[in-house]
């Protein structure tokens, strides 16, 4: 069919303004009908690796973390039918964190019954370690022996960019521990924003790694390069006493193996056998901030050590362990002077704390008669003077009445006060117990003071 020419242009001209009229109304259905892909519109879509997580969410995916870690859970005593709940936790993930979960403590009875509950809420930080603790749990008159520690919410991980608060705390003082104790510190803000809401929390420690104390505290607001002091307090004392000393040791037990430390024909020999294991108990004593060496001796003094200065106090036990009279010591000497030299070039070796007290603890039975020449007590004299200029307090413990007791008190010992004479060998536990009082006037508790502030929201 054929159309003139003034049809065809109308054709073209309808047929133009249709196209352009059609793009708006394209583009408003399109606009109506079709929803960019974003992380709430529960679709896997644009670059999410799951289901509106990862990709360019900031909502993380199940695959991309792992579980917070429960490294321990306690509950400590605070007053007679109340006890405090703590629970340390480390996330191992470097950029992901939760802006809120709850928790539930639960405490149990020895049978196994449970006798408190505590619930709360908190919020998890990337890649760290922290505790969460609930105070003032009311448990009537049983008593907790198990505690358990849960999150129960659901763990929703976020990508976090922001940088970790930088906190620190200093000059930590505790005081009146046996009365109403308290706990000052001063924390440095050495972050590059100001902080709020800091929850503040002080643990105390025994020299073997056990929490003694949980406090807390909160600080509103923190600026940025600043200071601020704070203080714990606690309603009772702490049954345990302050147990780690204030100051490092060095020590050096030095042992006599001569024959007459064998001399009742027993089996196992004593007063060796007991000697051995009182002083193990006085090893027990130290903590991982104190050294320890062994040296025995009787004609010599054993070469090479039984043991040099060391942190590790099993090797110290092993080596008092291993001590035992040779036959040919049966009938030998005791050489004190050769001993305490020994003892003081350990003292002086590349293994000696700088920052350490130089501290030796002799335990003889006997009269110190080698060698021949200058003669024993001339020669352990000489060698105690070098000893005392190095600055090494020397303890001395004479077993039995054999000792010359005025000279191991007034020219071994650092002072009268530092002599102990035991009667017999099963007086030794006693005696070991009291020098490590001494050795230790100072006492206190390991102490860590943590501050979080939530950098998840």
């Not at 690796?49 to 990862?54: H, M, N, R, Y």
């Not at 639960?106 to 908190?122: F, M």
């Not at 970790?164 to 505790?174: A, D, F, H, I």
Request: charged letters at 25%; aromatic letters at 10%; hydrophobic letters at 40%.
């Amino acid at each position: 069919m054929l159309f003139s020419w003034s049809t065809e242009r109308q054709v073209i001209i309808i047929g133009i303004m249709v196209a352009v009229l059609a793009i708006p109304v394209s583009y408003t259905l399109f606009s109506y009908f079709y929803a960019p892909p974003a992380c709430f519109d529960g679709k896997k879509n644009g670059d999410e690796t799951g289901v509106d997580c990862g990709g360019s969410c900031r909502a993380l995916c199940a695959s991309q973390v792992v579980d917070p870690i429960l490294l321990w859970v306690r509950s400590l005593k605070a007053r007679d039918g109340v006890y405090d709940a703590a629970a340390f936790i480390e996330n191992p993930n470097f950029r992901a964190g939760v802006s809120e979960i709850t928790y539930k403590f639960k405490l149990y009875d020895k049978n196994n019954v449970l006798i408190a509950e505590r619930e709360g809420a908190t919020f998890i930080n990337p890649n760290e370690r922290f505790v969460i603790y609930e105070p003032a749990i009311g448990v009537g008159e049983r008593v907790p022996v198990r505690t358990f520690f849960e999150f129960t919410g659901e763990l929703r991980w976020v990508l976090v960019t922001g940088e970790k608060p930088e906190v620190v705390s200093k000059n930590e003082r505790l005081s009146n521990w046996d009365t109403r104790p308290r706990l000052n510190t001063t924390l440095i803000n050495s972050s590059l924003f100001d902080l709020e809401h800091v929850v503040v929390i002080a643990l105390l420690f025994d020299k073997n790694d056990n929490v003694v104390a949980v406090g807390k505290t909160e600080v509103d607001f923190f600026p940025k390069n600043s200071e601020k002091d704070v203080v714990f307090t606690w309603p009772q004392k702490f049954e345990r006493e302050p147990e780690v000393c204030l100051d490092p040791l060095d020590i050096m037990l030095v042992l006599d193996r001569s024959g007459s430390m064998n001399d009742d024909n027993l089996d196992p020999p004593q007063p060796i056998t007991d000697a051995k294991n009182a002083a193990q108990t006085f090893v027990d004593t130290l903590t991982k901030m104190d050294q320890i060496g062994v040296v025995s001796f009787a004609t010599t003094a054993t070469v090479p050590l039984d043991q040099g200065l060391s942190a590790e106090r099993s090797l110290a036990k092993d080596a008092l362990s291993r001590v035992e009279i040779f036959p040919k010591e049966e009938r030998g000497f005791t050489n004190l002077g050769d001993a305490i030299e020994k003892a003081t070039q350990e003292f002086l070796s590349v293994r000696q704390n700088p920052a350490a007290k130089k501290i030796m603890v002799i335990l003889t039975d006997g009269l110190a008669n080698a060698p021949s020449l200058p003669g024993g007590e001339e020669y352990a004299e000489e060698k105690i003077k070098r000893a005392k200029e190095e600055e090494v307090v020397t303890y001395v413990i004479g077993l039995g009445e054999k000792v010359n007791a005025e000279f191991l008190g007034n020219t071994v010992a650092s002072g009268k006060d530092r002599y102990y004479s035991a009667a017999q060998s099963s007086d030794l536990f006693r005696v070991y117990k009291e020098i490590a009082q001494v050795v230790c006037p100072d006492r206190s508790y390991p102490i860590t003071v943590q501050a979080r502030a939530d950098i998840v929201n």
